[in-house]
């Protein structure tokens, strides 16, 4: 099983990036799925999850920025980062889950200039 992450960058405040986190030896569609985000010196944070039947959780920092989608033909889920800020800078990880199994992509770096 193995999760792979990408599309991480450098992007000047007010910028975009999109997240894409491919699956293999497993089917995304039967997992609830998210990003989370580690900043330097902070704990990870889920950022976005969107569970199997479709409804979407999102911190309240990103609300109204970002966006997670789910692709079930190509198993891949993405997140759409608009808007961004320099505190949105962050190693992203994507994560899916279900039940007890928990699997995890490799982290994808997101720098934000001001």
């Known amino acids: 099983v193995q999760l792979q992450a990408s599309g991480g960058g450098l992007v000047q405040s007010g910028g975009s990036l999109r997240l894409s986190c491919a699956g293999s030896?497993?089917?995304?569609?039967?997992?609830?799925i998210g990003w989370f985000r580690q900043a330097p010196g902070k704990e990870r944070e889920l950022v976005a999850r969107?569970?199997?039947?479709?409804?979407?959780n999102y911190v309240d920092s990103v609300k109204g920025r970002f966006t997670i989608s789910r692709d079930n033909a190509k198993n891949t889920m993405s997140l759409q980062m608009n808007s961004l800020k320099p505190e949105d800078t962050a190693v992203y990880y994507c994560n899916a889950m279900y039940g007890v199994e928990r699997y995890w992509g490799q982290g994808t770096l997101v720098t934000v200039s001001s």
């Open positions: 969107i569970w199997s039947g479709g409804s979407t």
């Open positions: 030896g497993l089917t995304l569609d039967n997992y609830a």
